[in-house]
T-cell receptor, first 107, second 114 residues
Framework: RKEVEQDPGPFNVPEGATVAFNCTYSNSASQSFFWYRQDCRKEPKLLMSVYSSGNEDGRFTAQLNRASQYISLLIRDSKLSDSATYLC????????FGAGTTVTVRA | DAGVIQSPRHEVTEMGQEVTLRCKPISGHNSLFWYRQTMMRGLELLIYFNNNVPIDDSGMPEDRFSAKMPNASFSTLKIQPSEPRDSAVYFCASSLTTGTYEQYFGPGTRLTVT
């Protein structure tokens, strides 16, 4: 079983829509959780950390459910520039990356 | 400020040849990571260094792969001999420490082995 699993998508949504997706992780001892963003043919970049109580960063909301071992990301009022692959990342003593969920926002 | 620098950006080589990928981490960062990304396997950690010392190389696929970090500002990942299944994008990343969750990735080296 992979350490971090994500629905690869793609999620195709119109501008202004809300899109949400999850990832699951297998190691209950995981300590920290993050979402990274990767644009096509570019390097991954940190989008936001995920805290136990849930957290927002502008139009992005991340949530963690430790009991069920999943993390979610919600994007409100999506923009064309949100089109990217979103990597779920889990840290125990090193970062483990999911394969990514591709989001395409269309005009 | 310069980010993580990798060279070459693209490499095409024939099976059996030696390939050397280079990385210069962000100045002041003590941890350096080498990743490989393919469509099939996603982003995989190959090896990481802390203060120039290899800490975990369990992700290195086999003995054909080796990595060095002779000083704080330079690291290499070598594949010898290369095989077509090594074709991938190889990323180098650095962070302040291994405990720091934000890793800064270089632009990657796109390797094609024919």
């Amino acid at each position: 079983r992979k350490e971090v699993e994500q629905d690869p998508g793609p999620f195709n949504v119109p501008e202004g829509a809300t899109v949400a997706f999850n990832c699951t992780y297998s190691n209950s001892a995981s300590q920290s959780f993050f979402w990274y963003r990767q644009d096509c043919r570019k390097e991954p970049k940190l989008l936001m950390s995920v805290y136990s109580s849930g957290n927002e960063d502008g139009r992005f909301t991340a949530q963690l459910n430790r009991a069920s071992q999943y993390i979610s990301l919600l994007i409100r009022d999506s923009k064309l520039s949100d089109s990217a692959t979103y990597l779920c990342v889990v840290k125990q003593y090193k970062l483990s990356f999911g394969a990514g969920t591709t989001v395409t926002v269309r005009a | 400020d310069a980010g993580v620098i990798q060279s070459p950006r693209h490499e095409v080589t024939e099976m059996g040849q030696e390939v050397t990928l280079r990385c210069k981490p962000i100045s002041g960062h003590n941890s350096l990571f080498w990743y490989r990304q393919t469509m099939m396997r996603g982003l995989e950690l190959l090896i990481y260094f802390n203060n120039n010392v290899p800490i975990d190389d369990s992700g290195m696929p086999e003995d054909r792969f080796s990595a060095k970090m002779p000083n704080a500002s330079f690291s290499t990942l070598k594949i010898q001999p290369s095989e077509p299944r090594d074709s991938a994008v190889y990323f180098c990343a650095s962070s302040l420490t291994t405990g720091t969750y934000e890793q800064y990735f270089g632009p990657g080296t796109r390797l094609t082995v024919t």
